[in-house]
């Protein structure tokens, strides 16, 4: 997230979004969730997020987390929906979170965690 921070592109975001990859996120509700981003058959990956919370995956589009990226106005973010009517959102707002590009309400971050340093990685 640092690179991120100081050179704020797509390209940036996309690696940060590898690096985290199989760690645990917790959804609004505080539900738990990881991702994985497989291969293609040329060797490079896929932008696509497989989320896995249940017994089946879930993808979650790489262009969708783009256009949430692009709604983030610097507030609190009182809800998913708030960043757009994006399918997986809920997915999104949990990483946006714990990624630290997002604040929350007091509730929420109960449910979802309380980050220590919004600054590490």
Request: hydrophobic fraction near 35%.
């Amino acid at each position: 997230m640092k690179r991120w921070r100081d050179e704020p592109t797509e390209e940036s975001f996309w690696g940060a979004v590898l690096a985290y990859a199989g760690v645990k996120f917790k959804t609004y509700s505080g539900l738990p969730f990881s991702y994985e981003i497989k291969k293609g058959r040329n060797g490079e990956y896929t932008k696509e997020l497989w989320i896995d919370r249940r017994e089946k995956s879930k993808s979650l589009a790489w262009s969708s987390i783009v256009l949430a990226l692009k709604n983030i106005k610097g507030e609190v973010v009182d809800r998913p929906k708030a960043l757009g009517d994006i399918r997986g959102m809920t997915y999104i707002y949990g990483m946006f979170y714990r990624f630290g590009l997002i604040d929350v309400p007091d509730k929420v971050k109960e449910k979802m965690g309380r980050l220590k340093d919004r600054n590490s990685k």
